[in-house]
């Protein structure tokens, strides 16, 4: 209603042309805060990275979308009190995952209100922001800016 009444008098005062670009500017102003505005992590979330996951799909600065339809290599998480390991693990035929001695170490960091995984090795350290995550999804997005989305693996049998 308050906001009927304030066009009513503002087209009567100022013009129903200017009314018009104030509300262009003021959508395009509420669309810029909501894009830059992005889902805050919780602490408490940071317990579903544990496990394994596979990448579904990835995302490319260009727009572009990778699908992964088979994937032989997983990734499984293990984070206690934010700092913990990744491992690459490769599922076989009969549900069980072959499992290398090699992984990177990890920690959770905040970093301007984003969610980071930062990993460390003999060779690198990089980082990768947490976009989303819950029981079953995972969104991470790379120094590259690309964001590979993950699901919890099904496991495979042939039995």
Not at 65 to 71: F, G, L, R, W
Not at 97 to 119: G, L, P, Q, W
Not at 124 to 142: A, G, P, R, Y
Request: with cysteine.
């Amino acid at each position: 209603m308050f906001l009927i009444f304030r066009y009513f008098i503002l087209s009567k005062f100022v013009g129903t042309k200017k009314i018009k670009g104030m509300k262009q500017c003021i959508l395009l102003l509420l669309a810029v805060i909501i894009v830059s505005c992005g889902k805050t992590i919780a602490d408490k979330d940071i317990v579903h990275l544990n496990g394994y996951w596979e990448i579904e799909t990835a995302l490319m600065p260009d727009g572009t979308e990778k699908e992964y339809k088979v994937n032989p290599i997983i990734d499984y998480f293990e984070v206690k009190d934010n700092k913990g390991i990744r491992k690459k693990v490769m599922p076989q035929f009969d549900g069980t995952y072959r499992v290398n001695d090699t992984s990177e170490d990890i920690t959770i960091i905040k970093e301007d209100d984003k969610t980071y995984i930062s990993y460390t090795t003999d060779f690198s350290e990089w980082k990768e922001q947490i976009l989303d995550i819950d029981e079953e999804h995972l969104v991470l997005k790379n120094e590259q800016n690309i964001e590979y989305h993950y699901k919890k693996p099904e496991p495979f049998s042939i039995k």
